[in-house]
């Protein structure tokens, strides 16, 4: 397991990193943010990725299923000076008030079973003219099991491992000593787990409709995790299904209403 893992402020601070220098980029190609913009993002976590738009003025709202995420999100915004809202909530069940301009769901739609009914609940709560930004990491991409997270060093830095059948993947990860906390929350990916193809599927099925999209080899969380400089997967292999889904380590996609 990473240091980052343990140590949420660090978490924290380069999950804000690449927001600022990533994700706010994209959008604004899309929608210039400014002071008056309301943003709300589902599965805040510790609140990373709304740093960059409290700075810029914009009312943040944060929304996560865990008190402890919500808790830290809390305590963070407020030693950095930032002003936001938090509360602990199932987005299946949340009372929200009002719309947004900007929702952001980044790293969480691989994490959950109703996939539809989330993007649908966004929509909702999306103003006429506002974005979502979606990003996530493709499932046939070689950590897109979040296998990084077990408590086994060598297990956590094994490619593909998450591809293996659930019973054997299951065996396996018992066998090496991953503690059966984490041996659950893996299989649930694997279960819940989100391609590009049925990502965009999904979409489709809505009343929302795709605008942009971003494929990246080296996904931009690296370059403050790992010092890797982002490299976006080269055109012929993200025209590829085949190909692109085994080598994009994180899409990024912007969705808007239907006209």
Not at 135 to 142: K, S, T, Y
Not at 231 to 257: D, E, G, H, Q, W
């Amino acid at each position: 397991m990473q240091q980052r893992h343990t140590n949420r402020k660090q978490y924290f601070r380069e999950l804000a990193q690449t927001c600022e220098k990533y994700f706010l980029p994209f959008v604004e190609n899309h929608l210039k943010i400014t002071p008056e913009h309301r943003i709300l993002e589902i599965g805040c976590g510790e609140g990373g990725n709304l740093s960059p738009f409290s700075k810029r003025g914009c009312e943040v709202t944060g929304i996560d299923i865990s008190a402890v995420r919500i808790a830290e999100a809390k305590q963070f915004f407020q030693e950095e000076g930032l002003a936001g809202r938090f509360s602990c909530q199932d987005i299946f069940s949340a009372e929200i008030d009002g719309k947004f301009d900007i929702i952001i769901i980044h790293d969480v739609i691989e994490h959950v079973m109703q996939k539809r009914e989330l993007l649908t609940i966004a929509q909702k709560l999306l103003n006429q003219n506002g974005l979502i930004y979606v990003g996530f990491p493709p499932w046939q991409m070689p950590f897109g099991g979040h296998q990084q997270i077990c408590n086994n060093r060598v297990v956590s830095l094994l490619p593909f491992i998450h591809l293996l059948p659930k019973k054997i993947y299951r065996a396996f990860l018992k066998q090496t000593g991953v503690k059966e906390r984490a041996i659950n929350e893996l299989i649930e990916i694997k279960e819940c787990k989100t391609t590009i193809e049925q990502f965009k599927k999904l979409v489709k099925g809505t009343d929302l409709t795709q605008i942009d999209e971003e494929y990246y080899f080296i996904n931009p969380h690296y370059e403050s995790k790992f010092g890797l400089k982002p490299r976006k997967t080269i055109p012929l292999f993200s025209a590829i299904p085949i190909l692109r889904n085994f080598c994009t380590t994180s899409y990024f996609a912007v969705l808007k209403n239907k006209q």
